[in-house]
């Protein structure tokens, strides 16, 4: 039996910034505030529990005051600045670079879509926390869309500009940028330049992972997907890897394995979300290995 860690899984560079600065504040403070759980992975949120991080929601940021509280990676609404300020609460702000630019650039389009009458147009999902970050550039008028069922919300006598989630497929935003086109094409009798302006602002260190899990789950025997059953980003990578091999299992931990499903000279693959930690992944590999008599190796 050989067990090989994807190279490229593991937290993108937006959730370990997040991670990392908690830990940092957390050696110097017994206790931290975390607006939602850091990451969508509950056994990353027990270990970071443990160490003095508390997850509150936004009821319970109206009711904290003089105390400090991290923003995670997913970013949030200005909503959520003005209540710290009235609350004398110190943000530390752990929003990912990416996501942060993405807001501002929604704000803008926001403010020039006001003037023509328009709209904003976000390709994700509804009450995902970054989405309620993006609709809340908009003063909540953003029009947030994932389903063909979606659209009915949208005129299309209206001018459109579209944004994506940034871990939304490019696939997908491709193929809801085409139906949006389709439909302007069909209420107006053509489209002009000034009707639809599509803004792909997907992160690519996310998007980037699909084809990459491809050919590693091509590669490989048997694969071990590794994620919290919360994160979006994990039940979409899973599908990559299960479409190109059969035998792909989804496993929060270890403890998930059915050793069944595995045959002695198979070649193992164990891969995860963006909000996958490594030592979880690492906990997965030492239980395989620690299944077979005559491993031929571990490698990462």
């Not at 976000?122 to 659209?151: F, N, W």
């Not at 000034?194 to 803004?199: E, G, H, L, R």
Request: net charge negative; glycine share 6%; hydrophobic share 35%.
């Amino acid at each position: 039996m050989e067990v090989t860690i994807d190279k490229n899984s593991g937290y993108c560079f937006g959730v370990e910034y997040a991670i990392q600065m908690a830990e940092d504040e957390m050696a110097n403070n017994q206790k931290l505030y975390c607006l939602g759980d850091i990451v969508h992975n509950d056994m990353e949120v027990k270990r970071l529990s443990e160490k003095g991080l508390v997850v509150i929601d936004r009821d319970d940021l109206r009711c904290l005051h003089d105390c400090k509280v991290l923003i995670r990676a997913h970013g949030e609404p200005p909503e959520t600045y003005r209540t710290a300020i009235k609350n004398n609460i110190e943000l530390i702000d752990a929003s990912c670079p990416v996501v942060l630019k993405l807001q501002h650039r929604v704000k803008a389009a926001f403010d020039k879509m006001e003037k023509q009458e328009g709209q904003i147009v976000i390709y994700g999902k509804k009450g995902h926390a970054e989405v309620i970050g993006l609709s809340g550039q908009t003063l909540e008028k953003a029009i947030v869309v994932m389903e063909d069922s979606d659209l009915d919300q949208i005129d299309f006598s209206k001018p459109i500009t579209l944004f994506s989630q940034t871990t939304k497929s490019t696939k997908g935003f491709y193929a809801l940028k085409e139906k949006i086109e389709e439909k302007i094409a069909s209420e107006k009798g053509s489209l002009q330049e000034m009707d639809f302006n599509a803004n792909d602002s997907i992160c690519r260190q996310v998007s980037n992972r699909e084809p990459q899990l491809r050919k590693f789950s091509q590669e490989k025997d048997v694969i071990f997907f590794v994620s919290g059953k919360k994160s979006s980003n994990g039940k979409a990578l899973y599908q990559v890897c299960r479409g190109v091999n059969s035998r792909s299992y989804f496993v929060e931990n270890e403890f998930d394995i059915d050793p069944d499903w595995l045959e002695p000279d198979d070649n193992i693959g164990i891969c995860g979300a963006t909000s996958t930690p490594m030592w979880l992944m690492e906990q997965v590999r030492d239980y395989l290995l620690s299944l077979d008599k005559n491993p031929v190796g571990a490698s990462q």
